[in-house]
């Protein structure tokens, strides 16, 4: 057992001062110091700095580890423009990416204080290093593939990847299947995929109306992605409208990730079927796609989470740093709200969406958490200033144990 005393307990946004907490691999008490020592007598006491704040681990729900190798090489500014640059780079975005390379991401997420992320995988490279991973994984292993004819390969290629990741024996690693997008996947896989989850009990994710061209694609064939899926697929319309795929997902809720370009009918859809979405607003400003609409989210009961998506769409996979872009982007809310609640949906709001029991200090929940050094006594505005200003952080706890 283990005591930390720290003058701030942000969980996650309400701040407790004067109080201890007591620790294993879970929170097994929060109270007074004298208290927890009479309850722990032989527990082991951790110094702390004078204005030290404990809070919870940080969890990252959607990245793409297999193109972390992305830096300059990409195209940014419009969504096609970017996805026709990735179709043009991928050999090389991927081939420049090895296991050092995405372990190095990890290493990156973890250093600022996510301590649980989703890694979405196409292609399964990235699971020895997702395996090895120090922070728990959520592992979604990608079903991708718009052409009937190779429907039964490309399953049965999925479901190679699924298994093997579920030969993965360590603690704090999900097995989870993605579907990649409407207009990517053929019904026929989607629906053979979400079969195997829903009687598996696995947890899906999905990108969903990310772009203006998905949009138009989905809604009457046309638009920027008609000559790309003409050129590349030889075909000539959606494999699904978005309705049809939102039916595939009835009763299997699932995390959304973008869901920029949704309308009010199927933001009704989402919040009848219980999605989550994952909101990724550096991602979405860099390719183009707008921003979305967190008072029709509100307004519609759809509850969101926040992400930062991949290298391949991003500048780096800090999720304080996409909080505060968020923060400034979403300039209509009120600032201290705002702060909490991405504050919360990017630790318990997410934890629960994963199903995972974490995310919040809390008897009984894992002890996942970061110690930070205010360097002063806060206030009330403290979710806003943890935002901005980058505190140090001084220890990370994984189940109760420091990692570095």
Known sequence: MKIITPETILSPTEQLSGMSIAFD?????????????????DAEFIETPLHTMVMPGLINPHVHLEF???KETLKYGSFMGWLSSVIEHREELIGNCNEQCMAKACDDMLVHGITTFGAVSSYAMDLEVAANAKQKVVFFNEVIGSQATMADTLYDDFMSRLEASQQVQREGFYPAIA???????????IKRALKHAQQHKITTSAHYMESPAEKEWLESNSGDFEPFFKEFLKQDYAVNTSH???ELFRGKPTLMTHVVQANAQELQELSKEGHTVIHCPISNRLLGNGS????????????????????????????????????????????LTLAQELLSNATI?????????TGEIAVGKEADFLVMDLQAS???????????????LLNIYINGNEVT
Do not use: C
Not at 179 to 189: E, F, K
Not at 303 to 332: C, Q, R, V
């Open 349 to 357: 709001n997410s934890a629960k969406a994963l199903g995972l029991n």
């Open 68 to 70: 972390s190798g992305n």
């Open 25 to 41: 691999t879970h929170i097994q008490a929060i109270g007074q110091l004298h208290e927890l020592l009479e309850q722990y007598p």
């Open 378 to 392: 806060p206030n009330e505005q403290l979710p806003i200033h943890l935002l901005l200003h980058g505190y140090n």
């Open 244 to 246: 049809e795929f939102l």
């Open 292 to 335: 979305i609409d967190l008072d029709q989210l509100d307004a519609n009961h759809v509850p969101w989470i926040m992400g930062t998506d991949g290298l391949s769409s991003n500048y780096s996979l800090d999720l304080f740093e996409e909080m505060k872009i968020a923060l400034f982007t979403h300039t209509d809310r009120d600032l």
């Open 179 to 189: 579907i990649h997008s409407p207009y990517s996947v053929h019904p026929a896989l």
